[in-house]
Structure formats: C-alpha cells, structure tokens
C-alpha cells in the first residue's frame, strides 16, 4: 500500500469566512476574496513528513491545547491548538492584529486497515506543504508556500488562468489558479504538471 492509499480522508474549514474544498489527491480549491479571507489549503492527500526540522514544532502545554509552530502568509507563526473533538483541530494565531483561525483533521489508514487520527503536528505539516492565494487592499494577488511570499497578479492570462510552479527542499509543485466571476482564487495543486511543463511560470523564492 502506498502513502497515499493510506490517507483515508482529510478535511478542513476555514474561520471566520474563508470556504476551502478538498480532495485527497493533492488538490487544493480556495475561493478567496478579501484580505482577512486567507486560505490555509489543507488538503492530507499523500506522505505526510514529521518531524523536519525548522517546519513543525509541537509542545504540550496540558488539557487540550498545544502550541504549533507553522508557515502562514510565509513566516513562521506560532499557534495555539484546540481539539474539537472527532479527530479535528482548530489553530488560532495573530496576523496584522487580528486573530484568525484555520481548523483540519485527518486519518491514517495502516498497513491492517487500522484506523488512526491524526495528530495536531501531522495536520499542521499537510497545510504547510499546500500554497495558499491572497488578494490583498490593492488588487494584488500573492502566493505563500514555506517561507515564500510572491506576487503574481502579472501572470494570470486573459482567459484568467495562471500556470506557476514553486519549489521548497528540492520538490517542485504546480499550481492552476484561476480567478472566477466573484474574484475568487480557487486552484489546484499537483506534484506532477496538468500541462506541459513549458507553459509553466516558475515562482523563485525571494
């Protein structure tokens, strides 16, 4: 059984007003519309990395919550974590003075058939490996992954699509946004192009 065979489902739900789509295979779909929107694309779809240094850190701080470590707007910004119950986690942090939420859960399936929730670190490291869209005040559209933050606005086509491929630790991922009749950015993201390679932007890092 592969890594991803063994993800049985993931899900996740943005607060306060973001709406986040998922499928296990590696697909992110975000509707984004005003800045406080943000989406976390916390799709769990295939090998999930513990344990990398500098990526996720977890400590318990007793009772249900712990405190994360993760990558949101490309910094790394410390959470607090809250259980919801059913396998399900709700991460509270401070971005521009205010507070945002962004809530996920996951389950392994073992080699047995063995069913296992995930826990709060594994959840918070499938977001990490998925990008997320913003548009900011201005009109102007970013892409965040890891520790990148990079404007993309010129690069969307006249039929609204935009093609870009980003790299993190030596892995390439690709990404077709588009930008939908409500100024919504929903995309998917793959580890293996939908198009040709060529029509895609590469995004360095800055």
Known sequence: MTNR????QAFSALHPSGRLSLEVEE?????KKHKTNMAIAAAIACAVIIGIPGTV??????GIQEKLSMWLYGEKTQVDVTENGGGGYTFTYEHDGETEQVSGGGIIIGEDG????MDAGEVAEGMNQHASIEEDEEGRVWVYYYDQKSDITELFDENNLCLISLSHDGKTVYLEITRDEYDSYPFRQSSEPEYDRELYTFVPAD
């Open 57 to 62: 850190y977890a400590a318990d701080i007793g």
């Open 114 to 117: 063995t069913e296992t929730w």
């Open 27 to 31: 697909m992110a779909h975000i509707q």
């Open 5 to 8: 065979e063994r993800y049985k």
